[in-house]
């Protein structure tokens, strides 16, 4: 996972299971936006033009890479994970009286340049394929190129033209796809949303906050102090339920990565903790 060298962005587990401040490494990722303006500005590839066949060879790498995780026992272990009745109930509870739940997918990464990427994006594909109540999928990353832009809409996916900052108000029930990003993306969606009842229509799959919470106690960590306000805050309303990678395969697309899912009462309960 690629990030800034001032911020901790993701915390990444080392060889020993211990936690490690991820930094830059060289050469291995193209270069990474930092999320500084909340302006919302309008987005269009930075390379107009497409590539008929980048976009067949990608088309079929993601075939593969879906093919590869639906008969996965990480998959597997996944969806039983889903179908429990705890989750199932917050999943529902989330939905109220409505039949889909749109997706939104932030920070998702190039699919062409990495397999991470792709396989966080087969998975949100196979979990719209699963469940029926999961309804449209749009995505955004600002370094999406023109050719994983159409290959995302080919997948039945629509791109987002507007970088929105991660500040999407779930003006209806929303299931955030956020897998590793940066805190602060996290946080400015908490912040567009902190709301009783907003709150309640969201799903978020990303960075376990748990982890976020025990970084700022173990390290008293004053950077992640202050671009995850928001995350500590609401850790008190939220339930979390982590995932298994199960197998090697599947550890650096999804390794501590949770559900959560937001259940505050009071807004003034809320305003207490930011
Ligand atoms: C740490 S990377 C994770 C990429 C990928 N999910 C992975 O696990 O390898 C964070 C991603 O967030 C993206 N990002 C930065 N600002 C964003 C924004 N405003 N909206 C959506 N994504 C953003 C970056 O371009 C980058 O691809």
């Given at each position: 996972?690629?990030?800034?060298?001032?911020?901790?962005?993701?915390?990444?587990?080392?060889?020993?299971?211990?936690?490690?401040?991820?930094?830059?490494?060289?050469?291995?990722?193209?270069?990474?936006?930092?999320?500084?303006?909340?302006?919302?500005?309008?987005?269009?590839p930075?390379d107009l033009e497409t590539?008929?066949?980048?976009?067949?060879?990608?088309?079929?790498?993601?075939?593969?890479?879906?093919?590869?995780?639906?008969?996965?026992?990480?998959?597997?272990?996944?969806?039983?994970?889903?179908?429990?009745?705890?989750?199932?109930?917050?999943?529902?509870?989330?939905?109220?009286?409505?039949?889909?739940?749109?997706?939104?997918?932030?920070?998702?990464?190039?699919?062409?340049?990495?397999?991470?990427?792709?396989?966080?994006?087969?998975?949100?594909?196979?979990?719209?394929?699963?469940?029926?109540?999961?309804?449209?999928?749009?995505?955004?990353?600002?370094?999406?190129s023109a050719t994983?832009s159409q290959?995302?809409?080919?997948?039945?996916?629509?791109?987002?033209?507007?970088?929105?900052?991660?500040?999407?108000?779930?003006?209806?029930?929303?299931?955030?796809?956020?897998?590793?990003?940066?805190?602060?993306?996290?946080?400015?969606?908490?912040?567009?949303?902190?709301?009783?009842?907003?709150?309640?229509?969201?799903?978020?799959?990303?960075?376990?906050?748990?982890?976020?919470?025990?970084?700022?106690?173990?390290?008293?960590?004053?950077?992640?102090?202050?671009?995850?306000?928001?995350?500590?805050?609401?850790?008190?309303?939220?339930?979390?339920?982590?995932?298994?990678?199960?197998?090697?395969?599947?550890?650096?697309?999804?390794?501590?990565?949770?559900?959560?899912?937001?259940?505050?009462?009071?807004?003034?309960?809320?305003?207490?903790?930011?």
């Open positions: 996972m690629a990030a800034s060298a001032k911020t901790l962005t993701i915390a990444d587990r080392t060889l020993n299971g211990g936690w490690t401040v991820v930094l830059p490494r060289r050469g291995r990722r193209k270069h990474l936006p930092r999320i500084r303006s909340l302006e919302q500005q309008p987005w269009a930075s590539d008929p066949i980048r976009k067949s060879k990608l088309l079929h790498k993601m075939q593969i890479c879906m093919n590869k995780i639906e008969s996965s026992s990480f998959y597997h272990t996944l969806m039983d994970q889903i179908q429990t009745p705890e989750i199932l109930g917050h999943f529902y509870r989330v939905l109220d009286s409505e039949s889909k739940m749109q997706m939104v997918i932030y920070g998702i990464g190039s699919i062409e340049s990495y397999e991470t990427p792709r396989l966080q994006l087969s998975l949100a594909i196979l979990l719209k394929k699963k469940f029926c109540w999961i309804g449209d999928i749009e995505v955004f990353d600002p370094i999406l994983e290959v995302l809409e080919a997948l039945g996916c629509s791109v987002i033209s507007v970088n929105e900052q991660g500040q999407r108000r779930a003006q209806k029930p929303t299931l955030f796809f956020m897998p590793h990003c940066e805190a602060e993306l996290y946080d400015n969606l908490l912040r567009a949303n902190w709301g009783v009842e907003l709150l309640n229509r969201v799903v978020l799959f990303g960075n376990s906050f748990e982890t976020y919470e025990q970084h700022v106690s173990e390290f008293k960590n004053s950077v992640v102090v202050d671009s995850a306000r928001h995350v500590l805050g609401i850790r008190r309303f939220t339930k979390e339920f982590r995932i298994k990678t199960v197998s090697d395969d599947y550890f650096g697309a999804f390794h501590d990565s949770s559900w959560h899912f937001f259940c505050p009462v009071l807004e003034t309960e809320l305003q207490q903790y930011i």
